[in-house]
Each structure stands twice: as C-alpha cells, then as structure tokens.
C-alpha cells in the first residue's frame, strides 16, 4: 500500500471529531440550542397526543341520541330549502311572463307557415 495513503486517511478520521478545543466548544452552545429545541418539540407531541386521547373519549361519548337528532335536523333543513327553491321557481316562472311570447311565437310562426305555402304553391303551380 501506498504510505500516503494511510497518512491521508488518519489526518481525515482526526479532523472528523474536531482539531481544536475551540471547535468543540463552538458547537456547545448550539447542541443546546437544538437540545432547547428538542424539548420543546417533546412537549409539543405530548400536548398533541393529549388533545387526541381527549377528542377520541369526547367521540365515545357522545350519546346515539345527539346523532339522530342532528340528522332530523338536517334532514327537515333539506326539506325546508327544497321547499323555498320550488317556490322561487315558480315565483320567476310564470304563465303571465310566459304568455305574450307564447303567442308572439304563435302568431308570428304560424304566419311564416302559411306564406312558406302560399310560396311554395306559386313554385309548383308553374
């Protein structure tokens, strides 16, 4: 083997830990920094995994009959708003807004029938 081969290799397994005690001591108060951080992290998950234990027992609780009765509710609200919609339906549509292009319609197309007609019978009658 190559000599400089194991001098390289020893000089980049000291330098991994640190040259100097002023490295080391460098990253000491970042280590604490992301050890703060660390802790507030934990306490953060339990505050979390608390407030879903809680929500879970909230959810056992809750009687069958708040259920039905929410779905009555919502069920006549459903039934409430299908109601207004019909009646505004026929509020917009009527047969007074309705009539006079009717028999617009009416007058006007059967008009045009009967000279589509009268100019067909002068084609063919020649």
């Not at 934990?42 to 608390?50: E, P």
């Not at 009687?63 to 009555?72: E, H, I, L, M």
């Not at 917009?92 to 100019?119: K, M, T």
Request: net charge negative.
């Amino acid at each position: 083997m190559n000599p400089g081969y194991w001098r390289k290799r020893h000089h980049s397994q000291r330098g991994a830990i640190g040259d100097t005690p002023e490295a080391s001591s460098r990253s000491l108060p970042e280590l604490m920094q992301q050890l703060d951080a660390l802790e507030v992290r934990l306490h953060q998950l339990k505050a979390g995994i608390a407030n879903l234990v809680q929500l879970q027992q909230l959810q056992a609780d809750v009687p069958t009959t708040d259920v039905q009765r929410s779905a009555q509710e919502v069920a006549h609200l459903q039934e409430t708003a299908d109601n207004f919609e019909l009646e505004l339906a026929s509020r917009v549509v009527s047969w007074q807004q309705l009539q006079e292009p009717f028999w617009q319609a009416v007058r006007f197309g059967g008009l045009g029938l009967l000279i589509g007609w009268c100019l067909a019978w002068f084609t063919y009658a020649r």
